[in-house]
């Protein structure tokens, strides 16, 4: 069981290892990489990923214990990464290993679900600005939660 | 001298105030989260937007009734909604 | 787009690699691993996969299509390992990338599933024999498929 | 001397045969697929129950009508049900 909130880059070969062990028949793992939209302000150029990160942690282990609960998971990753992004880059990984495919599918699925909509995490769109300058307070976005 | 509590604001609340996070005196026996939250918005009027839909956290739990007393030395978050993944 | 049936091991960072590219806002890889189940024959220590090469790759080509044309994925990888695995050792990754999530979750589990059904690989279990001897003719199973 | 055909075994037809291949004569206009399974299950008894559940295929591709010819030269195999995975 692995939750993580870092400004590093997300590392798919380390993730695998964590859902590595015995009882494991059936690995999934879900990735979320920035893609190059067009969102309001233009396109995409990059994202901005905030997290307020006692909380945002505190919810990762409990999305844990329930993918364990509902879903007899045996391994989880849960990660998430923060600060800037470009495009290709991967926002998050949500791996589970459990003994029958069925379940795994379910409780990836169901984990990145959740994480969307109850963890304190927010992003916000660096876009190649159509005509409005880049507001000096954006600097400040973006803090590294670990 | 009380100390102060520790306001975060995060995604549209922090660009409406134009911070991530400021240190908001209260009185010694604490205050209201609807009380600092009002003070807030009147410190701050384009949050005002961003409050009607964001939820409130005291020492990382929600706010569950706003008469739930913030104290000196707390940790007060303004949440919009999630986006991650 | 990848597929391929060999006598190597599968790799989980080359398959990632392969899923790399624009427009791949979500990436879900499920890989299978043998399980040590009790089976028929007593505890399983390996399992013998064998194909049959020409329709096998086909089938992965077929079923490569179908992800593409029905959900809309992007890149895919279909890699199925035959030959003697022991217990752990990943038999098979399945992995898409395509826009959104919904769709990628989707395709990869129809692939798997499709795949279980419609490609010709079998496998036979190698178990820790419960009474009855090997028998000699079992030594030419799993035959490599390249 | 007409080429024979070359007939693979998989999962428990192979095992029910004792080998994954084997090369089988034909005349040289061919046999049905239907004879030339009737031949093979006469030659390894063991895999009449095999047979039962298995699909015919003929260079690669599955035999439609049992009356479909297989030619010298030609590769015929025998699958029984599938478990990749």
């Known amino acids: 069981m692995s939750v993580r909130l870092t400004a590093r880059p997300l590392s798919i070969p380390q993730a695998w290892r964590e859902l590595e062990g015995p009882g494991t028949g059936a690995v999934v793992v879900f990735a979320g990489r920035v893609r190059a939209d067009a969102g309001p302000l233009g396109r995409v150029l990059a994202l901005v990923y905030e997290a307020h990160e006692g909380p945002a942690l505190a919810r990762f282990r409990a999305l844990e214990s329930r993918a364990r609960r509902r879903f007899g998971v045996t391994r989880s990753v849960i990660w998430h990464r923060v600060g800037r992004l470009r495009v290709g880059e991967v ?56 | 001298m009380t100390r102060p509590v520790r306001v975060l604001f995060f995604a549209t609340a922090r660009t409406a105030v134009g911070r991530a996070e400021v240190d908001w005196p209260v009185p010694p026996g604490g205050i209201s989260a609807a009380a600092l939250a009002g003070e807030l918005e009147t410190a701050y009027p384009a ?39």
């Open chain 2, 47 to 85: 949050l005002a937007r961003t409050l009607v839909t964001s939820r409130l956290v005291r020492n990382g739990r929600y706010v569950r009734r706003r008469s739930e007393r913030v104290r000196p030395g707390d940790e007060f978050a303004i949440h919009p909604p999630y986006g991650g993944g």
């Open chain 1, 91 to 146: 926002s998050v990984i949500v791996g589970v290993a459990s003994p029958h495919r069925a379940a795994a599918f379910r409780a990836a699925r169901d984990l990145i679900e959740e994480l969307k909509v109850t963890v304190p995490i927010w992003k916000t769109e660096r876009a190649r600005p159509v005509r409005r300058p880049r507001r000096p307070r954006d600097r400040r976005a973006g803090r590294s939660a670990g």
